[in-house]
Nanobody, 114 residues
Framework: QVQLVESGGGLVQPGGSLRLSCAAS????????MGWYRQAPGKEREAVARISRAGVTNIADPVKGRFTISRDNAKKMVDLQMNNLTPEDTAVYYCKSEGPVYAWGQGIQVTVSS
């Protein structure tokens, strides 16, 4: 059974940083493309950052220069480092396996507020 479990969310002040982690189990992690998505209240879910099985990254324009994605195949984890956070980054963040196995994590709340 595929499981993706996010951790590291919470409340942070504007300008602060958070690091989200996603621990995968039940999949051959190293051959899967991985991604982080987010969904703010009243908005559609959107891709934030993606990393291929080869380690090629793609960062969405709204967070480019502030967010980075990385993966550790030995630990079966994918991380999202978020810097210089703004209230507009407030959302539920989801980890996703993007092939050959497709699966979502349960999501974790990130709130940026003073």
């Amino acid at each position: 059974q595929v499981q993706l479990v996010e951790s590291g969310g919470g409340l942070v002040q504007p300008g602060g940083s958070l690091r989200l982690s996603c621990a995968a189990s039940g999949i051959s992690f190293s051959i899967n493309n991985m991604g982080w998505y987010r969904q703010a209240p009243g908005k559609e879910r959107e891709a934030v950052a993606r990393i291929s099985r080869a380690g090629v990254t793609n960062i969405a324009d709204p967070v480019k220069g502030r967010f980075t994605i990385s993966r550790d195949n030995a630990k079966k984890m994918v991380d999202l480092q978020m810097n210089n956070l703004t209230p507009e980054d407030t959302a539920v963040y989801y980890c996703k396996s993007e092939g050959p196995v497709y699966a979502w994590g349960q999501g974790i709340q990130v709130t940026v507020s003073s």
